[in-house]
């Protein structure tokens, strides 16, 4: 790209920390400066406008401790427009339940941009959010509408008379129908996100699950943090014990499932990169339920997806 041409962009430069490593491209831009849109950055990145380490890269790049990204593009190009109003999927006596899109964060960050508790304070008054959800996991975002129902409902999930029950995909296929993990987690640093047993220091913490469909080499769950839970804590007891979610690459997966590793014959078409099959955790919160109250998010199209080439292509039988 000429010099000149350069200029008119707004550069950053970001060096990838301890946290962040293991992460693709995208999904480290995304987190630094998202919500991102996937095909914009994957445009910038052929035109030679994203590097690593000086180096022209591609999105799905797997990134280490200490690379320096460096990104030559208007962000404002590059940003995913989010859902002006969320799909309220139940409202009423102080409840309010809403089905959140993966990629949305829960909270405004920092460098501000849409979210999900945003979203909902513009829709109704008084929202008060009591189950956080993370930033790609998709499904339903349990909220209060005043203090006193708050209070209410926080008690109801601390005493696991009200639960949010989730639906995930795992790599393996455990001998067990059901377990439960009782390990207290803590983060390995004030700033990380991840959250990693620590028996010591970590918060006590459980989260129960059980099988509900068997695949060869994969799994469909479902699990309920005890409790109401708190942020990652499915995730982190689930690679715990050895189920970790599927593209969940802050816990040690691959950051994407192409069809060309469960097709042998797949053919990819000359001059075109495969899309990824899934390109986040394949974690969803399916449900709430409250007393003799239960409602449900819609699977999304990513997961219906994934779920139909599962059964396709490795079935058990």
């Known amino acids: 790209m000429p010099h000149h041409e350069q200029d008119r962009f707004a550069e950053h430069l970001l060096e990838v920390d301890r946290d962040r490593k293991g992460l693709s491209l995208f999904d480290f831009l995304d987190a630094e400066l998202g919500p991102l849109d996937r095909k914009a950055l994957q445009a910038a990145a052929h035109q030679g406008r994203v590097l690593v380490n000086g180096e022209p890269a591609a999105t799905g790049l797997t990134l280490r401790e200490g690379d320096v990204v460096q990104l030559s593009v208007p962000r404002e190009g590059l940003q995913r427009r989010a859902p002006r109003e969320l799909a309220v999927l139940h409202q009423g006596n102080g409840l309010l339940v809403a089905d959140k899109p993966a990629g949305l964060p829960f909270s405004a960050g920092r460098r501000g941009g849409t979210a999900a508790l945003e979203s909902l304070e513009g829709q109704v008054a008084g929202v008060r959010a009591v189950h956080r959800l993370d930033k790609e996991t998709s499904g339903v975002l349990v909220a209060a509408v005043g203090r006193a129902a708050e209070e209410r409902l926080l008690a109801a999930l601390r005493a696991g008379e009200a639960q949010v029950e989730y639906v ?133 199209d990513d997961l219906v997806v994934l779920l139909a080439q599962l059964r396709r292509l490795r079935p058990l039988t």
């Open 168 to 300: 995930a995909v795992t790599r393996g296929t455990p001998r067990e129908d059901a377990g439960r993990v009782d390990v207290p987690l803590a983060k390995r640093s004030r700033a990380g996100t991840r959250l990693e047993p620590d028996p010591a220091h970590g918060e006590p913490c459980a989260t129960r699950w059980r099988i509900e469909e068997r695949l060869r080499g994969f799994s469909v769950l479902r699990a309920v943090a005890e409790g109401g839970g708190r942020s990652h804590q499915v995730r982190a007891h689930l690679a715990a014990a050895g189920l970790t979610v599927l593209c969940d690459a802050l816990y040690g997966e691959d950051d994407r499932l192409l069809l060309s590793q469960l097709k042998l014959d797949y053919r990819t078409k000359r001059g075109r990169p495969e899309r990824p099959l899934l390109a986040r955790p394949a974690l969803h919160a399916e449900r709430f339920v409250h007393g003799g109250l239960a409602v449900a998010a819609p699977l999304p």
